[in-house]
Protein backbone atom coordinates (compact mmCIF):
# COMPACT_ATOMS: atom_id res chain seq x y z
CA UNK A 1 0.00 0.00 0.00
CA UNK A 2 0.75 3.33 0.07
CA UNK A 3 2.79 5.48 2.50
CA UNK A 4 4.50 8.56 3.82
CA UNK A 5 7.47 8.94 5.75
CA UNK A 6 8.81 12.71 6.85
CA UNK A 7 11.34 13.97 8.68
CA UNK A 8 10.03 13.83 12.70
CA UNK A 9 10.08 16.77 14.73
CA UNK A 10 9.85 18.85 16.19
CA UNK A 11 12.47 21.83 14.14
CA UNK A 12 13.29 24.85 15.46
CA UNK A 13 14.99 27.57 13.91
CA UNK A 14 15.69 30.96 14.01
CA UNK A 15 14.48 33.42 11.27
CA UNK A 16 16.70 33.61 7.89
CA UNK A 17 17.83 29.98 8.56
CA UNK A 18 17.82 27.61 6.03
CA UNK A 19 14.59 24.85 5.85
CA UNK A 20 14.58 20.90 4.92
CA UNK A 21 12.09 18.34 5.98
CA UNK A 22 12.77 15.48 4.19
CA UNK A 23 9.88 13.16 2.59
CA UNK A 24 10.09 9.95 1.33
CA UNK A 25 7.05 8.03 -0.39
CA UNK A 26 5.78 4.09 -1.02
CA UNK A 27 3.87 3.91 -4.01
CA UNK A 28 2.33 2.13 -7.01
CA UNK A 29 1.97 3.75 -9.81
CA UNK A 30 3.02 7.32 -10.24
CA UNK A 31 1.74 9.00 -7.97
CA UNK A 32 1.10 13.53 -7.15
CA UNK A 33 2.65 14.69 -4.14
CA UNK A 34 1.59 17.68 -2.17
CA UNK A 35 2.68 19.38 0.94
CA UNK A 36 0.19 20.96 3.22
CA UNK A 37 0.49 23.59 5.75
CA UNK A 38 -1.57 23.75 9.03
CA UNK A 39 -1.60 26.97 10.48
CA UNK A 40 -2.09 26.98 14.53
CA UNK A 41 -6.00 26.57 15.00
CA UNK A 42 -7.10 26.13 11.47
CA UNK A 43 -7.16 23.25 8.83
CA UNK A 44 -5.00 22.26 6.20
CA UNK A 45 -4.16 24.24 3.04
CA UNK A 46 -2.11 23.37 -0.16
CA UNK A 47 1.04 24.68 0.30
CA UNK A 48 2.66 23.20 -3.24
CA UNK A 49 2.73 20.53 -5.55
CA UNK A 50 3.86 18.11 -8.41
CA UNK A 51 2.43 15.61 -10.62
CA UNK A 52 5.09 13.73 -12.46
CA UNK A 53 8.79 13.05 -11.77
CA UNK A 54 11.53 15.99 -11.86
CA UNK A 55 8.33 18.76 -11.38
CA UNK A 56 9.28 21.03 -9.05
CA UNK A 57 6.81 22.69 -6.87
CA UNK A 58 6.90 26.19 -5.41
CA UNK A 59 5.07 28.55 -3.37
CA UNK A 60 5.77 31.39 -0.93
CA UNK A 61 9.98 30.58 -1.10
CA UNK A 62 8.92 27.31 -0.86
CA UNK A 63 10.11 24.29 -3.05
CA UNK A 64 9.89 20.76 -3.69
CA UNK A 65 11.07 18.48 -6.24
CA UNK A 66 9.62 15.17 -7.55
CA UNK A 67 12.89 12.27 -7.29
CA UNK A 68 11.02 9.22 -8.69
CA UNK A 69 14.60 7.86 -8.46
CA UNK A 70 14.86 8.35 -4.81
CA UNK A 71 11.23 8.31 -4.03
CA UNK A 72 11.28 11.61 -2.33
CA UNK A 73 10.01 15.09 -1.96
CA UNK A 74 11.86 17.18 0.37
CA UNK A 75 10.58 20.46 1.18
CA UNK A 76 13.04 23.43 1.04
CA UNK A 77 12.94 26.84 1.96
CA UNK A 78 16.53 29.69 1.35
CA UNK A 79 15.39 31.93 4.51
CA UNK A 80 12.17 30.99 6.79
CA UNK A 81 10.41 33.75 8.77
CA UNK A 82 8.81 33.27 12.03
CA UNK A 83 5.50 33.62 10.28
CA UNK A 84 6.04 30.11 8.63
CA UNK A 85 5.95 28.24 12.11
CA UNK A 86 3.51 25.22 11.51
CA UNK A 87 2.95 21.95 11.16
CA UNK A 88 3.69 20.83 7.40
CA UNK A 89 2.50 17.21 5.81
CA UNK A 90 4.02 15.71 2.45
CA UNK A 91 1.06 13.49 1.23
CA UNK A 92 0.57 11.55 -1.88
CA UNK A 93 -2.36 10.67 -4.32
CA UNK A 94 -2.60 7.71 -6.75
CA UNK A 95 -3.12 8.83 -10.19
CA UNK A 96 -4.83 5.38 -11.35
CA UNK A 97 -7.89 3.85 -10.05
CA UNK A 98 -7.79 4.30 -6.60
CA UNK A 99 -7.09 7.69 -6.76
CA UNK A 100 -9.64 9.19 -3.95
CA UNK A 101 -7.38 8.77 -1.19
CA UNK A 102 -4.68 11.12 0.39
CA UNK A 103 -2.14 9.65 1.87
CA UNK A 104 -0.54 11.74 4.78
CA UNK A 105 2.87 11.80 6.30
CA UNK A 106 2.76 12.30 10.44
CA UNK A 107 3.56 15.97 9.67
CA UNK A 108 6.64 18.25 10.84
CA UNK A 109 6.10 21.29 13.50
CA UNK A 110 8.13 23.96 12.81
CA UNK A 111 9.18 26.49 15.06
CA UNK A 112 10.59 30.05 14.15
CA UNK A 113 11.86 32.34 16.53
CA UNK A 114 12.73 36.26 16.32
CA UNK B 1 -16.06 31.84 -0.77
CA UNK B 2 -17.26 29.70 1.52
CA UNK B 3 -15.63 26.35 0.87
CA UNK B 4 -15.33 24.06 3.23
CA UNK B 5 -17.23 24.78 6.37
CA UNK B 6 -17.61 22.50 9.40
CA UNK B 7 -19.62 22.77 12.64
CA UNK B 8 -19.61 22.65 15.34
CA UNK B 9 -15.70 24.34 15.72
CA UNK B 10 -16.02 22.17 19.34
CA UNK B 11 -17.97 20.19 21.60
CA UNK B 12 -17.32 18.42 24.85
CA UNK B 13 -19.16 14.61 25.14
CA UNK B 14 -19.85 12.49 27.43
CA UNK B 15 -19.30 8.41 27.13
CA UNK B 16 -22.12 6.75 25.48
CA UNK B 17 -23.58 9.93 24.01
CA UNK B 18 -24.07 10.59 20.38
CA UNK B 19 -23.95 13.70 17.83
CA UNK B 20 -23.38 14.67 14.10
CA UNK B 21 -20.57 16.45 12.49
CA UNK B 22 -21.72 18.55 9.73
CA UNK B 23 -19.83 19.24 6.54
CA UNK B 24 -20.54 21.37 3.91
CA UNK B 25 -18.85 22.25 0.76
CA UNK B 26 -19.69 24.82 -2.09
CA UNK B 27 -17.58 24.07 -4.84
CA UNK B 28 -19.50 21.02 -6.04
CA UNK B 29 -17.05 18.43 -5.75
CA UNK B 30 -17.61 14.53 -6.07
CA UNK B 31 -15.16 13.56 -3.44
CA UNK B 32 -15.40 14.23 0.53
CA UNK B 33 -13.49 13.25 3.40
CA UNK B 34 -13.52 13.19 6.71
CA UNK B 35 -10.24 12.57 8.77
CA UNK B 36 -9.34 12.17 12.19
CA UNK B 37 -5.95 13.95 13.51
CA UNK B 38 -4.17 12.87 16.85
CA UNK B 39 -1.13 14.34 18.32
CA UNK B 40 2.07 12.93 16.42
CA UNK B 41 0.08 10.98 13.99
CA UNK B 42 -1.11 13.06 11.38
CA UNK B 43 -4.38 12.30 9.83
CA UNK B 44 -6.07 9.06 9.40
CA UNK B 45 -9.17 8.57 6.76
CA UNK B 46 -12.54 7.34 8.37
CA UNK B 47 -14.71 7.68 5.92
CA UNK B 48 -15.08 9.17 2.20
CA UNK B 49 -17.70 9.65 -0.76
CA UNK B 50 -16.67 9.82 -4.19
CA UNK B 51 -20.41 11.63 -5.30
CA UNK B 52 -23.95 11.68 -4.08
CA UNK B 53 -25.30 7.98 -2.30
CA UNK B 54 -21.76 6.67 -2.48
CA UNK B 55 -19.15 6.19 0.58
CA UNK B 56 -16.96 3.61 1.37
CA UNK B 57 -14.55 3.10 4.70
CA UNK B 58 -11.20 4.81 5.00
CA UNK B 59 -8.42 3.09 7.67
CA UNK B 60 -10.01 4.11 10.72
CA UNK B 61 -14.28 3.52 10.19
CA UNK B 62 -15.05 1.86 13.68
CA UNK B 63 -17.65 3.75 15.81
CA UNK B 64 -18.62 6.18 12.93
CA UNK B 65 -21.19 6.51 10.34
CA UNK B 66 -21.52 8.81 7.12
CA UNK B 67 -24.33 9.60 4.51
CA UNK B 68 -24.01 11.34 1.31
CA UNK B 69 -27.74 12.49 0.34
CA UNK B 70 -26.36 15.47 -1.48
CA UNK B 71 -23.55 16.56 -3.43
CA UNK B 72 -22.91 19.76 -0.44
CA UNK B 73 -23.39 17.49 2.14
CA UNK B 74 -21.18 14.95 4.47
CA UNK B 75 -22.19 14.58 7.96
CA UNK B 76 -20.29 12.43 10.47
CA UNK B 77 -22.16 10.71 13.42
CA UNK B 78 -20.82 9.08 16.37
CA UNK B 79 -23.29 6.95 17.83
CA UNK B 80 -22.00 6.11 21.22
CA UNK B 81 -18.90 8.20 21.89
CA UNK B 82 -15.85 6.98 23.37
CA UNK B 83 -12.94 8.59 25.06
CA UNK B 84 -10.70 7.21 21.77
CA UNK B 85 -12.68 9.17 19.65
CA UNK B 86 -11.25 12.05 21.32
CA UNK B 87 -9.50 14.19 18.34
CA UNK B 88 -9.68 16.68 15.88
CA UNK B 89 -11.95 16.08 12.99
CA UNK B 90 -11.60 17.37 9.21
CA UNK B 91 -13.62 17.12 6.15
CA UNK B 92 -12.02 17.97 2.97
CA UNK B 93 -13.25 17.90 -0.57
CA UNK B 94 -11.92 17.53 -3.80
CA UNK B 95 -12.85 17.89 -7.67
CA UNK B 96 -13.34 14.65 -9.87
CA UNK B 97 -9.81 14.01 -11.98
CA UNK B 98 -7.68 12.04 -12.49
CA UNK B 99 -5.78 12.54 -9.03
CA UNK B 100 -3.83 15.90 -9.29
CA UNK B 101 -6.44 18.18 -8.02
CA UNK B 102 -6.08 19.84 -4.21
CA UNK B 103 -7.94 19.22 -1.37
CA UNK B 104 -9.92 21.75 0.44
CA UNK B 105 -9.99 21.11 4.17
CA UNK B 106 -12.36 22.69 6.79
CA UNK B 107 -11.17 24.22 9.86
CA UNK B 108 -11.99 21.43 11.44
CA UNK B 109 -14.19 20.34 14.92
CA UNK B 110 -11.83 19.54 18.04
CA UNK B 111 -14.00 17.41 20.17
CA UNK B 112 -13.40 15.96 23.83
CA UNK B 113 -14.97 12.86 24.82
CA UNK B 114 -15.21 12.61 29.26
Known amino acids: ?114 | NAGVTQTPKFRILKIGQSMTLQCTQDMNHNYMYWYRQDPGMGLKLIYYSVGAGITDKGEVPNGYNVSRSTTEDFPLRLELAAPSQTSVYFCASRDRDRGTSEAFFGQGTRLTVV
Open chain 1, 1 to 114: GNSVTQMEGPVTLSEEAFLTINCTYTATGYPSLFWYVQYPGEGLQLLLKATKADDKGSNKGFEATYRKETTSFHLEKGSVQVSDSAVYFCALRNSGGSNYKLTFGKGTLLTVNP
